[in-house]
């Protein structure tokens, strides 16, 4: 079992619409988290951390879920420009914050 | 200027041949990580270096080898290339720092092996 996972998709909405992605992750012994975007052929960029209270960013909102071991990431009111894949990133091991990163989620928004 | 460079952007090899890939940064950070992408399979940790001594194997580390010749030089060599090393290579960088840990990626390079 891979050690983040996501679903491929595509998600594919229309402008305007809500959306969400769900990222799960193995092990409970992670320690930080987060969302990156990347467009076509193009490097990863951090779109935002995720804290443990959850946060916000315009119309992004991400939540993290210790329990369960999942991450979470809303977008309201999509944008032709949200079109991109959403990478979920996951530190692990006790102090050494490798990052894990998941697959990847396709987004496509259409007009 | 980019903080985060790589060079080449784009390269074209035969089977066989000893490549280096080079990223350099400007941000200072002590953290440097090559990466490999393929497609559907997202990115994969291939070395990484916390400090100018320390080196760290990643996931896939076999066929490749790195340098760290500065803080700000991080190499990548496939000593041997062959044709399933074609992918996109990242280099990003990270400053040190319990759970804010946001890595900063080059533009990546383009490999292909024939």
């Known amino acids: 079992r891979k050690e983040v996972e996501q679903d491929p998709g595509p998600f594919n909405v229309p402008e305007g619409a809500t959306v969400a992605f769900n990222c799960t992750y193995s092990?409970?012994?992670?320690?930080?988290f987060f969302w990156y975007r990347q467009d076509c052929r193009k490097e990863p960029k951090l779109l935002m951390s995720?804290?443990?209270s959850g946060n916000e960013d315009g119309r992004f909102t991400a939540q993290l879920n210790r329990a369960s071991q999942y991450i979470s990431l809303l977008i309201r009111d999509s944008k032709l420009s949200d079109s991109a894949t959403y990478l979920c990133?996951?530190?692990?091991?006790?102090?050494?914050?490798?990052?894990?990163f998941g697959r990847g989620t396709s987004l496509i928004v259409h007009p | 200027d980019a903080d985060v460079t790589q060079t080449p952007r784009n390269r074209i090899t035969k089977t066989g041949k000893r490549i280096m890939l080079e990223c350099s940064q400007t941000?200072?950070?002590?953290?440097m990580y090559w990466y490999r992408q393929d497609p559907g399979l997202g990115l994969q940790l291939i070395y990484y270096?916390?400090?100018?001594?320390?080196?760290n194997k990643g996931e896939i580390s076999d066929g490749y080898s790195v340098s760290r010749q500065a803080q700000a030089k991080f190499s990548l060599s496939l000593e041997s290339a062959i044709p399933n090393q074609t992918a996109l290579y990242f280099c990003?960088?990270?400053?040190?720092?319990?759970?804010?840990?946001?890595?900063?990626f080059g533009p990546g390079t383009r490999l292909t092996v024939l």
């Open positions: 990003a960088t990270s400053e040190r720092g319990a759970f804010t840990d946001t890595q900063y």
């Open positions: 092990n409970s012994a992670s320690q930080s």
């Open positions: 995720v804290y443990s």
């Open positions: 990133v996951v530190n692990v091991g006790g102090g050494s914050y490798i990052p894990t």
């Open positions: 941000k200072g950070h002590d953290r």
């Open positions: 270096s916390f400090d100018v001594k320390d080196i």
